[in-house]
DNA sequence: GGGTTCGATGGCACTCAGTGCGCTACCGCT
DNA sequence: AGCGGTAGCGCACTGAGTGCCATCGAACCC
């Protein structure tokens, strides 16, 4: 936690030889001959040759799941989520250069490939198990809770994914928060739908909509069109008129 | 394809052998014994050792590509993914005690948790694919795609699980259906929205179409209304009248 | 200071998954 | 019969991961 250089120098010795001869290319005692260690240290520090690959996840995990269980009852619970994936991005964004080496690898090897869903995957689970939390009222509040946290989780890695194809060019969190916007424009539940009005402070990143002004909507659907549609028609029409 | 016995025996040799003593606890060595067979030929039928636990996976996502692909221009891209989500759960109801036997192998081995996270992760993609391909005109098209087939993957899980959990008792396919149904109901869009009344032909085995009528949803609301507010009553315009 | 305990490290030796290669046996074909 | 292809087998090898013990250094106690 405080001081663990051997970790470090790990870490820097695998990625260089990855990115030199590839990852199946590379042994363990390739790494711990670079990096001037014994080879059991290395099996001290990680529990395997891949997860030298994600080595702060396991800390980002547990902060998200500590930012969840810090929000226990107050606000609404999608945008809690969206929150805790939004903390993700920033551990990404910390290190672009990083990640996106990182991507390029876990995109050529399979076998990192699968690491990475067991990380991602538990993500996914504290998110859902969080929602399983705040839904323990609802009928469906499992299901929901599981395709609301699928759907975080998807729209997250579809807009990081992205920026990690661009090499890390550009701000990562605009294409993340407009992910997240559609996600929680398409579950997502106010606190307290009926007693507010000000969307309070720090409603999150999202909607811009500072006209205070009595403007109208008028939206006109047929039953059975859900959201989705709506929501794009209600956005467009927000949003093509900027002035009166 | 056409009849492989070895393949049988081994699955049996080793879905014995894991029941018995685990899964980690049974080296391969002991499955090609117990089945009378070389240790060579094991990793002729199995890549590695965890594919035993998932023998039929393979032709199953090879049919649902199948399906897909099948299904080109017609019907609603929504509708057609949970179609083919239904396909898995067809085949996990194939043979309810060996799904029961697996699912709470994976449950307890984390090797094979991760095995099945690549498993689904592959049907997940296949369907992602698909939506990607059909929104491929649309504006956040491949942001849609990927929310889409994750959420229906989850909702496949939330219920293909429960009734695991329950020892393959009941009906699987009920469950499923509402979960796929609620998907539906979030996401799906009849084909075309605005210049057909008539849902077409086909919708899919999925909704019972409750209401092919013109019902007409009018929505009212403040600009600089957030928009989960908006959908909100959305919501709840369309679900408190049931009928009429 | 000397001894001691404890934690971190290094060095083996071992198991087991997975692979490459060569050999044999069987099957269909001409 | 001869012959090619294929399915199975045995063997040897690499490399990941583990258990065990020796070592070293730092704090700690008397």
């Given at each position: 936690m405080t001081k663990p250089p051997m970790r470090d120098a790990l870490v820097a010795a695998a990625f260089q030889l990855f990115l030199e001869r590839g990852y199946e290319q590379t042994t363990v005692d390739d790494i711990v001959a670079l990096a001037g260690v014994g080879r059991r240290s290395f099996f001290r520090y990680f529990?395997?040759?891949?997860d030298v690959v994600f080595p702060d996840h396991e800390r980002c995990l547990a902060d998200m799941t500590a930012h969840l269980a810090a929000?226990?009852?107050?606000?609404?619970p999608v945008g809690r989520v969206c929150d805790a994936a939004r903390m993700v991005l920033l551990m990404y964004a910390e290190n672009p250069a990083f990640s996106v080496q990182r991507y390029r690898l876990t995109k050529k090897v399979p076998g990192l490939r699968a690491s990475e869903l067991s990380v991602v995957w538990r993500y996914q689970r504290a998110l859902a198990a969080y929602l399983r939390g705040r839904f323990a009222?609802?009928?469906?509040g499992t299901l929901q809770a599981d395709v609301i946290a699928a759907a975080v989780v998807a729209a997250h890695n579809n807009a990081l994914r992205s920026w990690l194809r661009s090499?890390?060019?550009?701000?990562?969190t605009t294409a993340v928060d407009h992910a997240l916007d559609l996600v929680k424009a398409t579950f997502g539940t106010p606190p307290?739908?009926?007693?507010?009005?000000e969307p309070g402070p720090?409603?999150?990143?999202?909607?811009?909509?500072?006209?205070?002004?009595?403007d109208v909507v008028i939206v006109v659907s047929r039953r059975g069109v859900p959201m989705w549609r709506v929501v794009q028609e209600i956005e467009s029409a927000l949003t093509t008129r900027p002035q009166n």
């Open positions: 529990p395997a040759k891949e929000s226990a009852e107050d606000a609404d009222d609802r009928p469906d090499d890390g060019q550009g701000d990562a307290t739908p009926l007693d507010r009005d720090g409603p999150g990143p999202g909607s811009e909509s500072e006209s205070a002004s009595e």
